[in-house]
Nanobody, 127 residues
């Protein structure tokens, strides 16, 4: 079992930055492929970013490319999402997810491939 706890969300203005964190426990973190997803009210869950087990490979959604960066610190069992130049359209609940079957170089944009999910952290961007 993997426990994922997100933090760092909040209410910000357009153009501001936020860094989300996801603390993982329960399994060896470096064995987990990790990802960030988001869901806005009335919309389907959307892939944001994913990162391979070592952190060497990343995949970023086109909608946030150039503004968001995903990273991980395997020594701290923590996943990050640095979000810059936030826009009102980024308003959503952000979830981190873990893939327990990830290969070492794998990045995964399909949410069905993830085995564990956090409870989510709310990000609200005002215009």
């Amino acid at each position: 079992q993997v426990l994922l706890i997100e933090s760092g969300g909040g209410l910000v203005q357009a153009g501001d930055s936020l860094r989300l964190s996801c603390a993982a426990s329960g399994r060896t973190f470096s064995n987990l492929g990790m990802g960030w997803f988001r869901q806005a009210p009335g919309k389907e869950r959307e892939f944001v970013a994913s990162i391979s087990r070592t952190g060497k490979f990343t995949d970023i959604s086109h909608s946030v490319k150039g503004r968001f960066t995903i990273s991980r610190d395997n020594a701290k069992n923590t996943l990050y999402l640095q979000m810059n130049s936030l826009e009102p359209e980024d308003t959503a609940t952000y979830y981190c997810a873990a893939n327990a079957n990830a290969i070492w170089s794998g990045t995964y944009s399909d949410g069905t491939l993830y085995d564990y999910w956090g409870q989510g952290t709310q990000v609200t961007v005002s215009a």
